[in-house]
């Protein structure tokens, strides 16, 4: 039976949460979610996934962006936006995600599904493989600037790979910080999170950190170069679209830098501020075995992340076969399939 006759899986985020609850934990899917996205990685690398550059449309209050990519059996295509004033105006999340898998062979759609979540956690992910392949091993603090919906799942995953002991916060709403760290305090049992008071003192108290914010466009640095000890990994999750940075750029000057995806990096990514040839690798470079790590352990690395389609196709297929395979959503016919496929006005209107 080809995958199209089973028609097209309607996955609902409740029942992707389901999914996790019930049928797994999230420490597990998350660890398989890493071990399938470390593979996509790898993939990349090797040229067996094709990866065009997203599409952004720019509205007044946000953008909406839409992410494809493919190996030799699915394609997938994400529509995802970032419009940061949803929480206070809207009660929504400022990042929102819907995606559709489709079969390869035939182009029928296999599954729609929500995936703000699923954006969520691989983005964890991604910024975990980067803090295992270049961070220092024995690093046990990490610090979180920015933290709302992203930030979690970034301590969610990293701690996958390292030890991490104490969490060092900082946020311009404070309540956002007081609800990550009652979460992050029941998610992992042996943490300490300390709210910090500026983002200066986030980082000069931590060994990995994270930019997570979603400020605007414009290169007005988080984190600034003197707050940044010798050693340290960055992840920089939040400058990920043009004129949105988050790090000053003697920072970048100072640093190794690791992208995603390069194609994005130069005009999404920090590495918007410097020119190609100073980006040492992307991460599938790394992950593949073609480029070093870090080279000391005094050396500044920084993963420039701005999220690209391959993430997201890798989440689908693990999430499409978890579903499938537990009995979860509704099975739809969203493209039917006519009687007669060189004549659908007789299949459907008997003309
Ligand atoms: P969110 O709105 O839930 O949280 C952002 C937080 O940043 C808010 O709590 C806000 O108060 C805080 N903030 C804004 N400016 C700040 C500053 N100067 N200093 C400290 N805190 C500040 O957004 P989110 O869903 O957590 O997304 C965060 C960022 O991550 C966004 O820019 C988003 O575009 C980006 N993102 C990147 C990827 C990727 O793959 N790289 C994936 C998803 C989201």
Not at 139 to 152: H, P, R, V
Not at 163 to 173: G, H, K, L, W
Not at 254 to 281: L, M, N
Request: glycine content about 6%; charged content about 25%; proline content about 3%.
């Amino acid at each position: 039976m080809n995958l199209f006759h089973k028609g097209t899986l309607i996955l609902q985020e409740r029942e992707i949460i389901d999914l996790i609850n019930q049928k797994t934990t999230l420490d597990k899917f998350l660890r398989q979610l890493y071990s399938v996205m470390e593979e996509g990685f790898g993939n990349f690398a090797k040229r067996q996934i094709v990866n065009p550059p997203r599409h952004e449309f720019y509205f007044n209050r946000g953008s909406v962006e839409s992410m494809s990519a493919s190996d030799d059996k699915y394609f997938s295509c994400k529509i995802v936006n970032t419009h940061k004033d949803n929480p206070v105006y809207y009660g929504l999340p400022t990042i929102m995600a819907n995606g559709i898998l489709v079969d390869g062979e035939t182009g029928y759609p296999l599954m729609v599904t929500g995936s703000t979540i699923l954006t969520a956690l691989r983005t964890g992910v991604a910024s975990a493989i980067a803090t295992k392949y270049l961070s220092n091993r024995n690093d046990k603090t990490i610090g979180i600037i920015g933290n709302g919906a992203q930030s979690l799942p970034q301590l969610h995953a990293i701690s996958l790979v390292r030890n991490i002991e104490d969490v060092y916060v900082y946020d311009t709403d404070e309540q956002a910080s007081e609800s990550f760290k009652k979460s992050a305090e029941n998610l992992l049992k042996n943490i300490n999170v300390n709210i910090t008071s500026s983002p200066q003192e986030a980082c000069s108290l931590s060994n990995i950190l994270v930019t997570a914010t979603c400020k605007d466009r414009d290169s007005t640095p988080v984190v600034r170069n003197e707050w940044v000890s010798e050693g340290t990994h960055i992840n920089a999750i939040g400058g990920d679209a043009p004129n949105k940075m988050e790090l000053e750029k003697s920072l970048i000057d100072r640093s190794k830098v690791i992208v995603d995806f390069i194609d994005q990096a130069v005009y999404e990514g920090e590495s918007q501020q410097i020119p190609q040839s100073q980006i040492y690798s992307d991460l599938a470079g790394i992950v593949a075995g073609l480029c070093k790590g870090r080279d000391d352990d005094k050396q500044i690395t920084i993963f420039d992340s701005v999220g690209f389609a391959m993430e997201d196709l890798q989440v689908y297929k693990l999430v499409y076969e978890l579903a499938t395979k537990e009995n979860m959503g509704n099975i739809v016919k969203v493209s039917s399939i006519p009687k007669y496929s060189k004549n659908i006005y007789k299949s459907y209107f008997n003309i």
